[in-house]
């Protein structure tokens, strides 16, 4: 069982940064590929990055390329997602999620554990 809870939104500026944590109870972190998702108003949740569980691996959707750096601390049980450059577009709901195994990881219907998301507002 791991429970997830996010932290670091709030109301930023178009072309501001925001850095989301998520924190992560248990003694086997490591074991998950940590996803970031996020729902924006009338939409479906969506990918936005995903990191393995040694941080060696990541993996991005085309919206946050080169915008957006998703990072683990083992040590710490927690996860990031370092946004630049934020746009309006990017207003959503973000929630981290947490999976054993890699297939399906791009898909939220494949992640067994979620935390409950925090609000990113990006006014223009």
């Known amino acids: 069982q791991v429970q997830l809870v996010e932290s670091g939104g709030g109301l930023v500026q178009a072309g501001d940064s925001l850095t989301l944590s998520c924190a992560a109870s248990?003694?086997?972190?490591?074991?998950?590929?940590m996803g970031w998702f996020r729902q924006g108003p009338g939409k479906e949740r969506e990918f936005v990055a995903v990191?393995?569980?040694?941080?060696?691996?990541?993996r991005y959707a085309d919206s946050g390329k080169g915008r957006f750096t998703i990072s683990r601390d083992n040590a710490k049980n927690t996860v990031y997602l370092q946004m630049n450059s934020l746009r309006p577009e990017d207003t959503a709901v973000y929630y981290c999620?947490?999976?054993?195994?890699?297939?399906?990881?791009?898909?939220?219907?494949?992640?067994?554990?979620w935390g409950q998301g925090t609000q990113v507002t990006v006014s223009s």
């Open positions: 990191i393995s569980g040694s941080g060696g691996s990541t």
């Open positions: 248990g003694r086997t972190f490591m074991r998950y590929f």
């Open positions: 999620a947490a999976r054993e195994y890699y297939s399906g990881i791009d898909s939220p219907t494949s992640y067994d554990y």
